[in-house]
């Protein structure tokens, strides 16, 4: 096919497919066995410093904050970032320093509660660079075509725009029409981090409400921590198989934390805590405001689990139950055993 034209922006988590599958072959198991670790440890053993990383959840849903919070504790440095939809874990992350590349399809914004001063005021001052700008769309193309195990997705998405100039994608002839088609690049992340409703201890998982893109982001990952409301028995997920989205052997960490959304959205369990939001939006307009809150919620805990306690603890997650079950349907009796409870404790300590 004859490139007609093609982006200026940097390919990254780019893989030549076969080259993945044989990595894939040598470094995962097949095994079922128990992957169940602390957040601690997952984070040590699959995040390291330089790795390209990609956030489950789509800007305030199910993000795994719980996993943010414990790579900006642990200090990695020099992170890429797929900001695919990223929002909260995207603003948190840069500013923390813990990212300094990201590749942009929507970032630097927190929706209808405005701008991200912390992360936009780091690309200004060069402490990060957006090195490629793509489309919402062909992100989850990039992913899907990784999961598919091809080198690229054709699509007509972007074709006449200025993203695709500052893209990593490239045109060319369509060799069945003849007409200029668009080629976006598969993208294998280093790591990707996904929050669940539900999981075993292997690793099958279950998501209640929409998937957005980690259908795909889980199979085109190398490495996958899942972050879970609960683990409950393989008994429970075997019995509606069909609601186990990503299966054990795409599963590198299981990681139980009640929660670990917050203060983001967990559909059908708790809403955002939108004091804690705006309390991010408000300090984080000046680098003094922004280290103080690292130095409180994150570097002053041991945990999230102390996290949590400190941003307002039981009452305050009793609180954010009762407003999503107030605009949610009610959850079916099958799947009631395996929510968290915000009576008598914040969850389980790792």
């Not at 893209?167 to 080629?183: M, N, R, T």
């Not at 009631?336 to 915000?342: F, W, Y």
Request: glycine content about 8%; proline content about 6%; charged content about 25%.
């Amino acid at each position: 096919m004859e490139v007609l034209s093609q982006g200026k922006g940097e390919l990254i988590g780019w893989h030549d497919p076969d080259e993945n599958r044989e990595w894939i072959r040598d470094n995962k198991s097949r095994e079922l066995k128990d992957k169940r670790m602390s957040m601690t440890q997952a984070v040590d053993s699959f995040v390291p410093d330089g790795a390209f990383l990609a956030s489950g959840g789509f800007g305030h849903v199910r993000v795994s904050m719980a996993a943010i919070y414990e790579i900006i504790r642990q200090k990695r440095r020099h992170l890429t970032l797929a900001g695919k939809t990223a929002v909260h874990d995207a603003d948190i992350l840069i500013a923390s320093g813990a990212v300094d590349r990201v590749e942009v399809a929507y970032v630097f914004g927190h929706e209808l509660r405005g701008l991200s001063p912390a992360s936009r005021r780091a690309v200004e001052t060069g402490h990060c660079e957006v090195v490629a700008e793509i489309s919402n769309a062909a992100y989850q193309w990039r992913f899907l075509a990784a999961a598919m195990g091809l080198p690229f997705l054709p699509t007509r998405n972007m074709l006449g725009t200025d993203t695709l100039t500052h893209s990593s994608a490239k045109v060319v002839q369509d060799p069945f029409s003849g007409k200029p088609i668009c080629l976006v690049p598969a993208c294998y992340p280093d790591v990707a981090i996904i929050h669940v409703t539900r999981c075993d201890k292997y690793g099958d998982a279950q998501i209640d409400g929409t998937l957005i893109e980690d259908f795909e982001l889980a199979r085109a990952a190398r490495r996958l921590i899942l972050t879970t409301e609960a683990i409950v028995p393989d008994t429970e997920i075997r019995r509606q198989p069909w609601h186990t989205v990503i299966p054990f052997y795409y599963v590198d960490a299981v990681v139980e934390v009640p929660y670990g959304a917050h203060p983001c959205h967990m559909p059908l369990l708790y809403s955002f805590d939108e004091e804690h939001i705006g309390e991010w939006l408000s300090v984080s307009r000046t680098p003094e405001g922004t280290e103080k809150y690292f130095d409180k919620y994150v570097y002053g805990v041991k945990d999230f689990h102390e996290y949590l306690d400190l941003v307002g603890g039981t009452r305050k997650l009793q609180y954010l139950r009762e407003v999503e079950e107030l605009r949610a349907p009610p959850i079916a009796p099958w799947a009631k055993s395996s929510t968290p409870r915000a009576s008598g404790s914040t969850g389980k300590k790792e």
